[in-house]
């Protein structure tokens, strides 16, 4: 409230010219904690690798060449197409979205079931889809490596229900590490497109319904439309972590299903990592990231305009 013969602020603008100032604080934390450390990778990748680890001050492309091409053990052969780290890439694509996939389909009826419950009720629903969240996914985790293995409680229940006749085999398999990325990012589904739902008007399913458009049509042409921002805000934040991850292929998938978290992981680890190349890879994985916001951002830009207009 204005005080005795001041005047309100234009739009109630109480802020006005401390956007800056303001906005400083989160500046100098992203600077720090983002900018500077991709700044340093990025320059890692194009420097020369030290043999006991770390790098030495000598620039060179030797670390992209070595993720591309095959140059014999010497090399002096002949360069190759590199295949290895392409599978690995293509692998940890085909894993984060089929994960994705897996979230949205069961994400979407939750977060529905969810938005549609009476208001007194909704806070106790989204508690129980969290409340597991709250426990370090390295726990959880390895709790699923326990639950899912050979011996373990899952297998041990399907026996004793006379299911099955022997264990199935899960663990060190593409579907542990399905199961590990879906059980690990599912509320980053769930929460974005719970908050899209939320704000939907029902009487438009109701419209629908009196001019007899089925329950597919209303799905297809009237409630997808809409919710679709929060769809979209749940892929991204379920694909890009699941690209990137690698507790669940390390602890759930053996080495037989290396993804690219892993890849760069191994590369620093110990006095025999490659930090160049981990860094070479990390940046290969962050340019695929950003190709994918900025494609998003594009479509979102071209929805405003042609909403505007």
Not at 36 to 63: C, N
Not at 160 to 179: E, K, W, Y
Request: glycine letters at 10%; aromatic letters at 14%.
């Amino acid at each position: 409230m204005a005080g005795l013969g001041q005047k309100p602020t234009a739009g109630g603008r109480t802020y006005a010219g401390l956007g800056l100032p303001l906005m400083l604080p989160a500046w100098v934390i992203i600077g720090f904690f983002l900018v500077l450390p991709i700044g340093i990778m990025l320059v890692y990748s194009f420097l020369t690798k030290e043999f006991r680890g770390g790098v030495i001050w000598e620039p060179t492309l030797a670390a992209y060449d070595q993720f591309f091409f095959d140059r014999g053990l010497f090399g002096d052969e002949q360069p190759k197409i590199e295949w290895t780290y392409i599978l690995i890439f293509w692998r940890s694509i085909w894993q984060a979205g089929l994960a994705t996939l897996m979230c949205l389909l069961i994400g979407f009826p939750t977060a529905w079931f969810i938005a549609t419950r009476p208001a007194s009720s909704r806070t106790i629903w989204l508690f129980l889809i969290t409340v597991p969240y709250w426990v370090n996914l390295l726990i959880r985790t390895i709790s699923m490596k326990f639950l899912i293995r050979d011996n373990g409680p899952l297998n041990q229940w399907l026996l004793d229900a006379g299911l099955i006749s022997d264990p199935i085999h899960i663990i060190n398999t593409n579907t542990a590490v399905q199961l590990g990325l879906f059980y690990s990012y599912l509320p980053f589904m769930v929460l974005p497109i719970y908050a899209a739902v939320e704000r939907y008007n029902f009487s438009l399913s109701e419209a629908a319904a009196d001019l007899y458009a089925s329950r597919w049509i209303t799905l297809r042409h009237i409630i997808l439309p809409v919710v679709k921002p929060g769809i979209i805000a749940g892929c991204i934040l379920v694909f890009v972590p699941s690209l990137g991850a690698f507790l669940a292929p390390d602890l759930l998938g053996g080495a037989k299903n290396f993804m690219i978290g892993s890849l760069i992981e191994e590369q620093f680890k110990g006095n025999a990592g490659n930090w160049p190349f981990g860094a070479a890879a990390s940046m290969i994985l962050l340019s695929m990231v950003l190709i994918v916001l900025i494609f998003y951002a594009r479509a979102q830009g071209r929805a405003h305009a042609k909403g505007a207009s």
